[in-house]
């Protein structure tokens, strides 16, 4: 089977703009569709997640609007990424996925759902919470901390976004970044400027928007987190939990906004039972 580290990257037209995207895994069913965090390109997935889960589905992952090897630019607020990611889907051809959000794809998931709800059959939402949640203003500050620490200690921002700053947290961002270092030829693009600014102004905004009506998602949704996220408070992601009519929340203990990815043994099993219940 073709794996992530090799699966060749293609493009589709969309009223005049390239969307790049990969795919991989048995074409035949329902597929998977991975929307991914803040400053996220392509090449930011974890391997072992997307080849677990393309071991039994057909995953496809995009660089949305604006993002890495995608055309045009950023939009400046979640309901018009989600609206790119649902044009995205049904250029592609399809009429019902499955979708996998992480962080800011989390929101995005939750936006495809509330503006195209026939075209979800099950969602996995993991490091994210509701539009609205409470404490998002912090986010810039986060987020700028994380980004002086990078260049204090000439690593990568997710090393203190991520994973716990102990023993274990370390050795997990250790071996996250070199499985994201697996694929050497035809990577995405490195995110922009233009685009960094975007997505941050978006995640503002939608934490200070009026909260959604999550009652009215009818579709069966899995909520993953690690324990003390420092990026989207853990409670967040209990509280989103609640909102939905028919969720499963699992949180990985002594972990953060990573812990899907340090916990990626433990996570992409639970996926695909999820997936699978009929």
Excluded: C
């Excluded at 949305?64 to 979640?78: E, K, L, M, Q, Y």
């Excluded at 026939?118 to 998002?136: C, E, F, N, S, Y």
């Excluded at 035809?186 to 939608?206: F, K, V």
Aim: charged content about 20%; overall charge neutral.
């Amino acid at each position: 089977m073709t794996t992530w580290r090799d699966t060749p990257t293609k493009t589709v037209m969309i009223d005049g703009t390239s969307f790049a995207y990969r795919q991989l895994g048995d074409t035949s069913g329902i597929p998977v569709v991975f929307l991914h965090h803040f400053t996220a390109v392509l090449d930011d997935w974890d391997p072992r997640i997307v080849d677990g889960i393309a071991a039994r589905h057909h995953v496809i992952a995009f660089d949305n609007r604006g993002v890495g090897s995608t055309g045009s630019r950023v939009p400046h607020d979640i309901e018009q990424m989600g609206a790119d990611a649902i044009a995205f889907i049904r250029a592609l051809g399809y009429s019902e996925v499955d979708l996998f959000g992480f962080s800011l794809g989390g929101a995005v998931a939750q936006m495809v759902a509330l503006q195209a709800p026939d075209l979800v059959r099950r969602m996995v939402l993991a490091g994210t919470g509701p539009r609205g949640g409470g404490g998002i203003w912090k986010m810039p500050f986060i987020v700028g901390g994380a980004y002086a620490k990078a260049f204090a200690t000439r690593k990568d921002p997710r090393h203190f976004l991520f994973f716990p700053r102990d023993a274990e947290g370390r050795k997990a961002a250790g071996e996250y970044f070199a499985r994201l270092a697996e694929r050497t030829a035809d990577r995405s693009r490195p995110i922009s400027r233009q685009a960094t600014l975007a997505q941050l102004r978006a995640i503002t905004a939608g934490g200070l928007h009026a909260p959604d009506d999550l009652s009215v998602v009818k579709v069966p949704v899995l909520v993953a987190n690690g324990d003390h996220d420092l990026m989207v408070a853990s409670e967040h992601s209990a509280d989103m939990a609640r909102r939905f009519p028919d969720a499963k929340l699992v949180v990985y203990p002594n972990s953060g906004h990573g812990g899907v990815f340090q916990y990626h043994r433990e996570f992409v099993p639970e996926v695909l039972a999820f997936l699978a219940d009929r």
